[in-house]
């Protein structure tokens, strides 16, 4: 059982188009952190959010947490072939090591 | 800037094999983690260190065993390869524990392959 669900699994977009991942869980998370990863290296941190409903924005990226902490998204406008990767959530409970969604990968053609 | 450093890249076993996965981070971190990524999926845990001479298990530690002599080094053991274990590994470290949002600093991932 997967502690956290990331949807879609897949995603295959044109240049310019806007996107939206989901990070969704039934337990409460005392932070959210997003990563992106691309082939043949590690996950690299893109954002970390603390906050119930706090909002962060990265140049075209937007992460939202949900009020509750249980969830999380991911919108990129005008998504660009630069942004192809996997797409990792990943949720923090206390003193636990961080335990990862099982990612969304994103293909943008141009 | 090294960071966190594995050895090796990539690497075939044959079943029933041993092997040790090395990794040393030069961040002076406490916090030290293996993971595995198999093909499309996120990562999981194996085992996780809070500091040297602390050890602890992850999500997925059965297989692996794991020591921590020191802050800098934290070795990956694989006693009796399995095909099971054909994976990718990853080593990281953090400065302290996720929860108060700490970056987690990966290495560049140790592929194995048991045959």
């Known amino acids: 059982t997967q502690l956290l669900e990331q949807s879609p699994q897949f995603l295959s977009i044109q240049e310019g188009e806007n996107l939206t991942v989901y990070c969704n869980s039934s337990?409460?998370?005392?932070?959210l952190q997003w990563y992106r990863q691309e082939p043949g290296e590690g996950p690299v941190l893109l954002v970390t959010?603390?906050?119930?409903?706090e909002v962060k924005k990265l140049k075209r990226l937007t992460f939202q947490f949900g009020d509750a902490r249980k969830d999380s998204s991911l919108h990129i406008t005008a998504a660009q072939p630069g942004d192809t990767g996997l797409y990792l959530c990943?949720?923090?409970?206390?003193?636990?090591?961080?335990?990862f969604g099982s990612g969304t990968r994103l293909q943008v053609q141009p | 800037n090294a960071g966190v450093t594995q050895t090796p890249k990539f690497r075939i076993l044959k079943i029933g094999q041993s092997m040790t996965l090395q990794c040393t981070q030069d961040?002076?971190?406490?916090?030290m983690y293996w993971y595995r990524q198999d093909p499309g999926m996120g990562l999981k845990l194996i085992y996780y260190?809070?500091?040297?001479?602390?050890?602890d298990k992850g999500e997925v530690p059965n297989g692996y065993n794991v020591s921590r002599s020191t802050t800098e080094d934290f070795p990956l053991r694989l006693e009796l390869a399995a095909p099971s274990q054909t994976s990718v590994y990853f080593c990281?470290?953090?400065?302290?524990?996720?929860?108060?949002?700490?970056?987690?600093?990966f290495g560049e991932g140790s592929w194995l392959t048991v045959v």
């Open positions: 990281a470290s953090s400065y302290s524990t996720s929860s108060s949002g700490n970056t987690i600093y």
């Open positions: 337990s409460v998370f005392s932070s």
């Open positions: 959010v603390v906050t119930g409903g």
């Open positions: 990943a949720g923090a409970m206390g003193r636990r090591a961080l335990t």
């Open positions: 961040m002076n971190h406490n916090y």
């Open positions: 260190s809070v500091g040297a001479g602390i050890t």
